[in-house]
């Protein structure tokens, strides 16, 4: 049906102008004339309309001649033939009135502060033609004291003018509510909590609001909306999967602030307090700033071409002694998609191998591998911005609000407007008290409560018969798996009531649209790629595929997961996910490199340890991951670097892993390289650098092209443009992508001919052509088999909002002042048959080792359940986790450890 364009047109200033249903009168007059052509002070792009100011008032009428009333255009919603006229003498007049009052209790020191030249306030007074003030000066905010108790957030509310956008942006953007107005009239004013400071409030520093106020009142240490800076630069986030676009502001080769896009589709002019504020790391004085090489126990300083010898001639060495198969790489998600492809080239074109692998491994590799069995493509089916269109959201083994901040907020304002979540978790994590239904269940049973769900599902009718028979396959052994079991029994292993089990199912189940998202605490279990698969059954089971506001969606815990794994940094499949084992593929690569193909089998990561310590595994090539730290088991990991013949680390520290090796070759950060990122729904965005890298340090795909290069290989120069195009013409569903036409918001792959993209995978049909059902019986972990007697407890692990994994980068910036160590967390039952109290010093021990945290007694934790962190080498958590890991990709069981705690003696 073909609209009547009459009713979407308006007047404006007497001209016949269209609009867009749902458009306010602000926007109307935006998008013709400009933002900025009608004045604002509460308006803020990124808020909803408010109407507090009213500096934005225009005329109305509903005839070009008729009566005229005067409206607050931001609020007010545009109909047809409306008549708008913005600058009639009444409304200049008007405008010029309110910014007068609202300069009366001001501070007129423009010249001396932070934000002149860039401040709204000031820009609105001139455009209304303020020359001076009528008015006597108020006293009401004049003397307010600067608050400078935080590590980045500043307030000086006598620059306030109650505008609210700062409560707004606390509210509508971060959902924490820290700030509110407090008094009314004349003694209304801006607070933080309950009348603190930002440090003793409950501020979780995203800095929303300082980019949502329009005059320094709130602002930060780095003063984001000083024009001091001379460029800006359009770049993403480094830190985890959600992929924040990030304003770089710069002067020379110094970076004084980031803000956050408005019109970023990931992010929305939102990012947490890691990617707004945690970059100082980039110019730390603990910068590796020369390549190293170790001498005699000791490591010397060496030029690159040095450097380039020393590791030619080692490698070489060891590949004629030993061949391609003594030698293995292990790659970063911190690196860009070019970076990775390159180091994956790099191992199978040059060094003959297929022992590659990257830190997907230790945590999204039973994602990849779950969903390929079930879906046929391992990565998310939907965006984030389906979190609009759902009617449930199941999060299952995630802590978005501290892993994932951004979409954490963006979960908890759809679930605060009413959308019921379900929340299955060992922890109360800050999402629990807006759930309508927390399964608590005990760690490692993850695979038992999913299949009570399925049961409940099928015993309740809210099978989708259509969708399963149409589209699926093996329904029959999972219905019969289903049936088979015991809900008693699975109701003392999980320790939840299955009546709430049942309530959830019903709610997931009857749902329009319900979508799940996933983590860590799904993935790092001895049965981690089996639960991907369960969960993909409740969404086939229910139909809940390849439509809006639907899906299976786990989110990946570093910036650039997803894309190290679409690069083929893993040893059963090369970039584009094609199988190493097929003759076809093999010569498909082979004929694009111009070299064999390896087809032996490689190593993954834990089986590179393994072969370290046996002796078969002579060199390793580290790419910006500090296994040492980060890997499970950490006296493990060491023997396996001392078992090595070679060791070389690309690094931007001196990590706890680069500590063992033969040569170091200093990096860049993702502030000083360009490429790109692919993030947790697929979105593929360019990185771009912002500042020249430090002098002496090298991008990671320029090492990688001129290593190749000493080789003999005919690799060309590093640039993000050449790499790009070359990936396009191996990965298939990057055929489309450019660097020009990624943009500024990137693309979703699978991006076809022209840039097409993909935002909802498996609309018609799976990737496999069918879905498939998969029925498994729950096991319980070798780990507590084996150690569950003599250590009672079951220790799990997670991240903190503040921290990155091992911290590397967020500890060298104000983020370390805010959370300084890693705490034990334990319950207060558990505490007192302990002897624990608060802040107690505690060990914390295993089969493996121990190390001592300070004790954190808390109930968000049930009895006999032991939490904790790992970003402080000083706690060194991972001496403690196990070898244990999942059947499928060998992915590391960090979240169920048998452990035990007692109080260390004063």
Same mark, same amino acid.
């Given at each position: 049906?073909?609209?009547?364009?009459?009713?979407?047109?308006?007047?404006?200033?007497?001209?016949?102008? @269209?609009?867009?249903?749902?458009?306010?009168?602000?926007?109307?007059?935006?998008?013709?004339?400009?933002?900025?052509?009608?004045? =604002?002070?509460?308006?803020?792009?990124?808020?909803?309309?408010?109407?507090?100011?009213?500096?934005?008032?225009?005329?109305?009428?509903?005839?070009?001649?008729?009566?005229?009333?005067?409206?607050?255009?931001?609020?007010?919603?545009?109909?047809?033939?409306?008549?708008?006229?913005?600058?009639?003498?009444?409304?200049?007049?008007?405008?010029?009135?309110?910014?007068?009052?609202?300069?009366?209790?001001?501070?007129?020191?423009?010249?001396?502060?932070?934000?002149?030249?860039?401040?709204?306030?000031?820009?609105?007074?001139?455009?209304?033609?303020?020359?001076?003030?009528?008015?006597?000066?108020?006293?009401?905010?004049?003397?307010?004291?600067?608050?400078?108790?935080?590590?980045?957030?500043?307030?000086?509310?006598?620059?306030?003018?109650?505008?609210?956008?700062?409560?707004?942006?606390?509210?509508?953007?971060?959902?924490?509510?820290?700030?509110?107005?407090?008094?009314?009239?004349?003694?209304?004013?801006?607070?933080?909590?309950?009348?603190?400071?930002?440090?003793?409030?409950?501020?979780? #520093?995203?800095?929303?609001?300082?980019?949502?106020?329009?005059?320094?009142?709130?602002?930060?240490?780095?003063?984001?909306?000083?024009?001091?800076?001379?460029?800006?630069?359009?770049?993403?986030?480094?830190?985890?999967?959600?992929?924040?676009? &990030?304003?770089?502001?710069?002067?020379?080769?110094?970076?004084?602030?980031?803000?956050?896009?408005?019109?970023?589709?990931?992010?929305?002019?939102?990012?947490?307090?890691?990617?707004?504020?945690?970059? +100082?790391?980039?110019?730390?004085?603990?910068?590796? @700033? =020369?390549?190293?090489?170790?001498?005699?126990?000791?490591?010397?300083?060496?030029?690159?071409?040095?450097?380039?010898?020393?590791?030619?001639?080692?490698?070489?060495?060891?590949?004629?002694? $030993?061949?391609?198969?003594?030698?293995?790489?292990?790659?970063?998600?911190?690196?860009?998609?070019?970076?990775?492809?390159?180091?994956?080239?790099?191992?199978?074109?040059?060094?003959?191998?297929? !022992? *590659?692998?990257?830190?997907?491994?230790?945590?999204? #590799?039973?994602?990849?591998?779950?969903?390929? /069995?079930?879906?046929?493509?391992?990565?998310?089916?939907?965006?984030?911005?389906?979190?609009?269109?759902?009617?449930? *959201?199941?999060?299952?083994?995630?802590?978005?609000?501290?892993?994932?901040?951004?979409?954490?907020?963006?979960?908890?304002?759809?679930?605060?407007?009413?959308?019921?979540?379900?929340?299955?978790?060992?922890?109360?994590?800050?999402?629990?008290?807006?759930?309508?239904?927390?399964?608590?269940?005990?760690?490692?049973t993850n695979v038992a409560l999913l299949n009570m769900m399925a049961r409940y599902?099928?015993?309740?009718?809210?099978?989708?018969?259509?969708?399963?028979?149409?589209?699926?396959?093996?329904?029959?052994?999972?219905?019969?798996?289903?049936?088979?079991?015991d809900m008693d029994e699975m109701e003392r292993i999980t320790g939840v009531d299955?009546?709430?089990?049942?309530?959830?199912?019903?709610?997931?189940?009857?749902?329009?649209?319900?979508?799940?998202?996933?983590?860590?605490?799904?993935?790092?279990?001895?049965?981690?790629?089996?639960?991907?698969?369960?969960?993909?059954?409740?969404?086939?089971?229910?139909?809940?595929?390849? @439509?809006?506001?639907?899906?299976?969606?786990?989110?990946?815990?570093?910036?650039?997961?997803?894309?190290?794994?679409?690069?083929?940094?893993?040893?059963?499949?090369?970039?584009?996910?094609?199988?190493?084992?097929?003759?076809?593929?093999?010569?498909?690569?082979?004929?694009?490199?111009?070299?064999?193909?390896?087809?032996?089998?490689?190593? /993954?990561?834990?089986?590179?340890?393994?072969?370290?310590?046996?002796?078969?595994?002579?060199?390793?090539?580290?790419?910006?991951?500090?296994?040492?730290?980060?890997?499970?088991?950490?006296?493990?990991?060491?023997?396996?670097?001392?078992?090595?013949?070679?060791?070389?680390?690309?690094? *931007?520290?001196?990590?706890? =892993?680069?500590?063992?090796? !033969?040569?170091?070759?200093?990096?860049?950060?993702?502030?000083? +390289?360009?490429?790109?990122?692919?993030?947790?729904?697929?979105?593929?965005?360019?990185?771009?650098?912002?500042?020249?890298?430090?002098?002496?340090? /090298?991008?990671?795909?320029?090492?990688?092209?001129?290593?190749?290069?000493?080789?003999?290989?005919?690799?060309?120069?590093?640039?993000?443009?050449?790499? &790009?195009?070359?990936?396009?013409?191996?990965?298939?569903?990057?055929?489309?992508?450019?660097?020009?036409?990624?943009?500024? !918001?990137?693309?979703?792959?699978?991006?076809?001919?022209?840039?097409?993209?993909?935002?909802?995978?498996?609309?018609?049909?799976?990737?496999?052509?069918?879905?498939?059902?998969?029925?498994?019986?729950?096991?319980?972990?070798?780990?507590?088999?084996?150690?569950?007697?003599?250590?009672?407890? *079951?220790?799990?692990?997670?991240?903190l909002l503040e921290h990155y994994n091992c911290g590397t980068m967020t500890r060298?910036?104000?983020?370390?002042?805010?959370?300084?160590?890693?705490?034990?967390?334990?319950?207060?039952?558990?505490?007192?048959?302990?002897?624990?109290?608060?802040?107690?010093?505690?060990?914390?021990?295993?089969?493996?080792?121990?190390?001592?945290? $300070?004790?954190?007694?808390?109930?968000?934790?049930?009895?006999?359940?032991?939490?904790?962190?790992?970003?402080?080498?000083?706690?060194?958590? !991972?001496?403690?986790?196990?070898?244990?890991?999942?059947?499928?990709?060998?992915?590391?069981?960090? /979240?169920?450890?048998?452990?035990?705690?007692?109080?260390?003696?004063?």
């Amino acid at each position: 049906m073909v609209q009547d364009l009459s009713t979407l047109t308006a007047y404006l200033d007497g001209e016949p102008m @269209r609009f867009k249903a749902g458009d306010t009168v602000l926007n109307f007059i935006d998008r013709h004339k400009g933002r900025g052509h009608v004045p =604002t002070l509460c308006d803020a792009p990124q808020l909803e309309p408010y109407g507090a100011c009213r500096v934005c008032s225009v005329e109305v009428a509903l005839k070009a001649d008729g009566p005229r009333r005067v409206m607050a255009s931001c609020h007010t919603p545009i109909s047809a033939g409306m008549h708008v006229f913005t600058e009639s003498p009444k409304v200049r007049k008007l405008r010029k009135n309110i910014v007068e009052l609202v300069l009366t209790d001001h501070p007129l020191d423009c010249l001396t502060c932070e934000v002149n030249g860039n401040c709204e306030l000031q820009t609105v007074a001139a455009k209304v033609g303020i020359r001076g003030v009528r008015y006597p000066a108020g006293a009401n905010h004049l003397d307010r004291k600067k608050d400078l108790s935080h590590p980045y957030m500043t307030s000086d509310l006598s620059k306030c003018i109650n505008c609210s956008r700062c409560v707004r942006a606390c509210d509508e953007i971060q959902g924490q509510f820290v700030l509110s107005m407090h008094g009314r009239g004349f003694d209304a004013r801006i607070i933080k909590g309950l009348d603190q400071s930002f440090e003793e409030s409950q501020c979780v #520093s995203c800095g929303a609001c300082s980019q949502a106020c329009p005059t320094s009142a709130i602002s930060d240490r780095f003063m984001s909306k000083s024009i001091e800076a001379t460029k800006k630069t359009r770049t993403v986030c480094t830190y985890c999967g959600v992929g924040c676009n &990030l304003s770089v502001a710069t002067k020379g080769n110094d970076v004084l602030s980031i803000q956050a896009p408005v019109d970023a589709e990931v992010n929305h002019a939102h990012t947490c307090l890691k990617g707004r504020y945690a970059f +100082k790391f980039f110019n730390h004085p603990d910068r590796l @700033r =020369t390549p190293l090489i170790r001498r005699d126990g000791q490591f010397e300083e060496a030029t690159w071409e040095e450097a380039y010898e020393h590791i030619f001639e080692n490698l070489t060495r060891i590949k004629a002694e $030993h061949g391609g198969q003594a030698v293995a790489g292990i790659s970063s998600a911190r690196c860009t998609n070019e970076e990775n492809y390159l180091m994956q080239k790099f191992i199978r074109a040059v060094m003959g191998t297929n !022992n *590659i692998d990257c830190c997907a491994r230790v945590c999204h #590799s039973p994602t990849a591998w779950g969903m390929q /069995k079930s879906f046929g493509t391992g990565a998310a089916t939907n965006s984030f911005e389906d979190i609009e269109h759902t009617r449930c *959201i199941l999060v299952i083994g995630a802590n978005p609000t501290e892993g994932h901040p951004v979409t954490g907020a963006r979960l908890k304002q759809q679930v605060m407007k009413g959308t019921p979540l379900i929340v299955i978790d060992p922890r109360k994590i800050e999402l629990v008290p807006y759930a309508k239904h927390h399964l608590q269940l005990r760690p490692g049973t993850n695979v038992a409560l999913l299949n009570m769900m399925a049961r409940y599902l099928l015993d309740e009718g809210l099978v989708k018969r259509e969708f399963v028979e149409k589209r699926c396959e093996n329904w029959a052994e999972f219905e019969a798996g289903l049936k088979a079991l015991d809900m008693d029994e699975m109701e003392r292993i999980t320790g939840v009531d299955r009546e709430q089990v049942r309530a959830a199912a019903i709610e997931y189940g009857t749902a329009e649209a319900a979508m799940s998202f996933h983590g860590l605490g799904v993935t790092e279990h001895q049965m981690g790629a089996r639960t991907v698969m369960l969960i993909a059954n409740l969404a086939m089971m229910t139909g809940n595929i390849g @439509r809006p506001g639907v899906g299976v969606n786990p989110l990946r815990g570093q910036n650039n997961v997803q894309g190290a794994a679409d690069m083929g940094c893993q040893p059963h499949q090369g970039a584009g996910y094609y199988e190493m084992n097929d003759v076809t593929v093999q010569k498909r690569y082979a004929d694009f490199y111009g070299v064999p193909t390896p087809i032996d089998t490689g190593l /993954k990561i834990p089986q590179m340890f393994e072969a370290a310590i046996e002796g078969r595994l002579k060199a390793l090539w580290l790419m910006g991951e500090d296994v040492v730290q980060t890997d499970p088991d950490s006296e493990h990991v060491k023997e396996a670097m001392n078992g090595l013949e070679f060791l070389v680390v690309q690094e *931007i520290f001196m990590t706890e =892993t680069a500590k063992f090796a !033969n040569v170091i070759l200093p990096a860049a950060s993702f502030l000083e +390289k360009s490429g790109t990122f692919t993030n947790a729904e697929r979105r593929v965005q360019r990185v771009n650098a912002a500042v020249k890298p430090l002098e002496g340090t /090298k991008p990671d795909g320029q090492i990688l092209c001129e290593v190749m290069q000493r080789f003999g290989f005919p690799q060309a120069d590093y640039t993000a443009d050449g790499v &790009l195009a070359e990936i396009a013409q191996i990965v298939p569903f990057f055929a489309g992508a450019t660097w020009e036409n990624l943009g500024e !918001n990137g693309k979703q792959w699978p991006i076809a001919a022209g840039g097409v993209d993909t935002q909802i995978l498996h609309q018609e049909s799976f990737k496999r052509g069918l879905g498939k059902f998969h029925f498994f019986p729950w096991e319980e972990s070798n780990e507590l088999v084996a150690n569950r007697g003599e250590f009672p407890f *079951i220790l799990t692990t997670g991240r903190l909002l503040e921290h990155y994994n091992c911290g590397t980068m967020t500890r060298r910036t104000g983020n370390g002042l805010i959370v300084t160590q890693d705490e034990l967390a334990i319950n207060p039952k558990d505490a007192r048959a302990k002897g624990i109290r608060v802040g107690d010093l505690v060990r914390l021990f295993s089969a493996r080792g121990e190390v001592s945290l $300070h004790a954190r007694v808390t109930e968000e934790v049930k009895p006999g359940i032991l939490y904790t962190t790992f970003h402080f080498p000083e706690a060194m958590v !991972n001496n403690v986790t196990g070898s244990g890991c999942d059947a499928d990709t060998l992915c590391p069981e960090y /979240k169920v450890v048998a452990a035990d705690v007692e109080r260390v003696a004063s």
